[in-house]
């Protein structure tokens, strides 16, 4: 979604969006799922992201769930 549309709440309502939706970039949409699968204790044993993913915000994300993870950055 566009974030001006987030900010018309007669746009949202048209597109039935639920009450409450707001705009959040993809890296903040990731790093949201990762939290809600960790929350969930759903197991994985890797995440994969892309410069339009914001790959530092994910890998923050990851390094906050206490799990060892792989970095292509890492030496």
Do not use: H, Y
């Amino acid at each position: 979604m566009q974030k001006a549309w987030a900010e018309q709440p007669d746009r949202l309502a048209a597109a039935r969006m639920p009450q409450g939706t707001a705009f959040a970039t993809p890296p903040a949409i990731a790093a949201g799922m990762l939290r809600r699968a960790v929350t969930a204790g759903e197991p994985f044993a890797w995440a994969e992201a892309d410069s339009i993913c914001g790959t530092w915000e994910l890998e923050d994300a990851l390094r906050r769930t206490s799990r060892p993870w792989p970095s292509p950055w890492s030496t």
